[in-house]
């Protein structure tokens, strides 16, 4: 699996353009129905706003909605789409919702406005890659404790906890297919008397 990058959790930026307020609120999700909730959530929170302006990519068959809600075409819901695009995120929603100033913006300065919310929204997001990945955890006698923590610096292993009882076990985070290095390693470490756990391979940040 190649990686890709997405956004942790939710973000919320905002924009005034002649008097209109344009709020973008990003929201990580994998499916069209979080998709959709998260964009009835704005709307209930926005009832009294002109438009709330919506685009999404959704890994999950490669789907792809935007809509203008109102807003004359191609100025809104393709520009808040191509914004994504062009950031490169993927299961992603961005809501764009206007609150209108009473001064008409035209088209280019609406297809403007909603491209720089929707970059403000981004901004403010935490980006993530997403990697196949597998947790390796490896039990050790203490004496070996600190070869072992080199060894999987060595191999691009992350070490997410370390538990001390009458020996040591590491959990390590480790990109799926990089493991075998390690393995090799604790081999020769161990003298074959390792004990390594190796789990199924998912899809996390790395």
């Given at each position: ?20 307020r ?6 990580h999700?994998e ?72 001064i ?32 390796v ?46 393995l ?23």
């Amino acid at each position: 699996m190649q990686s890709y990058t997405t956004i942790r959790g939710t973000a919320v930026a905002e924009i005034v353009e002649k008097k209109s307020r344009f709020i973008a609120s990003v929201s990580h999700v994998e499916t069209e129905e979080e998709a959709v909730a998260f964009l009835e959530r704005v709307r209930a929170e926005n009832r009294m706003a002109r438009h709330n302006v919506y685009a999404y990519i959704l890994r999950a068959d490669g789907r792809i909605r935007y809509s203008d809600d109102g807003e004359p075409q191609k100025t809104a819901g393709m520009p808040t789409l191509e914004a994504i695009q062009h950031a490169g995120l993927t299961d992603v929603i961005v809501v764009v919702t206007r609150y209108f100033g009473g001064i008409l913006l035209g088209t280019g300065g609406l297809v403007r406005a909603y491209t720089q919310a929707t970059q403000a929204g981004l901004a403010a997001a935490e980006k993530v890659t997403v990697s196949r990945c597998v947790d390796v955890t490896v039990h050790v006698e203490y004496a070996l404790y600190e070869r072992t923590l080199r060894c999987a610096e060595e191999c691009g292993a992350k070490v997410a906890d370390s538990v001390f009882t009458d020996e040591v076990t590491l959990s390590l985070l480790m990109l799926d297919g990089t493991q075998e290095e390690l393995l090799k390693k604790m081999t020769e470490l161990c003298r074959g008397k390792e004990r390594i756990e190796v789990s199924s391979p998912y899809d996390a940040p790395f």
